[in-house]
């Protein structure tokens, strides 16, 4: 497989941006799950979609690495310090840690705490015994990590907007679904030219 030129393979962009849905779905369903009682049937509804989309975020990461190893990145145009691009490396593997631990660690607090694993009408097997302590530990590891997440997340955003509008260069563009990109500089110069 090989990328678009100066775009990723279409199957990486699908993945990144599903990734970001689900992503979003998964911050939701916990920031609000408080509109409903504690133990109320919403309540638990959004914490059982919390956990089986946050598992989602797992099967689709799991799709995403063998895609980043096969596949080469586009070069970005004009090229940016090699600073830079090392510092993408770094934040770009973080995230990919992020999002293998995060659901990780939803599914080892759900075991500790002897509660079913549900995952769109399965249910997971347990990856460790019930025991209180250790679930409450997990649980706050999980919050701690779930709020360094919006950190990550949020940076990678800023700093595909700074390419974008301030550098100048194709960073966003490359990732961009074909529907939203901008004609190439060539092809807008053709378009507008004279006839």
Do not use: C
Not at 145 to 174: C, K, P, Q, S
Not at 183 to 188: D, K, T
């Amino acid at each position: 497989m090989k990328t678009q030129g100066k775009h990723y393979h279409p199957l990486q962009i699908g993945v990144h941006w599903l990734t970001l849905l689900l992503l979003i779905a998964v911050y939701a369903l916990i920031e609000l799950r408080d509109i409903y009682p504690k133990g109320s049937a919403g309540h638990e509804l959004m914490k059982t979609w919390h956990f089986m989309l946050g598992m989602a975020v797992l099967a689709v990461v799991l799709v995403r690495l063998p895609l980043r190893l096969a596949l080469q990145a586009p070069p970005i145009t004009p090229p940016p310090p090699a600073w830079q691009e090392q510092l993408a490396h770094a934040m770009h593997w973080a995230l990919y840690g992020f999002l293998i631990v995060m659901p990780l660690l939803g599914w080892l607090t759900l075991s500790a705490k002897g509660q079913p694993i549900p995952f769109f009408g399965l249910e997971l097997p347990a990856l460790m015994g019930p025991d209180r302590a250790t679930a409450k530990n997990l649980e706050g590891i999980h919050e701690l990590i779930g709020n360094l997440g919006f950190f990550l997340i949020g940076l990678h955003a800023v700093a595909a907007l700074w390419h974008h509008y301030f550098m100048r260069d194709d960073t966003l563009e490359r990732m961009l679904p074909l529907a939203t990109r901008q004609p190439e500089r060539g092809a807008q110069a053709r378009l507008h030219r004279p006839s």
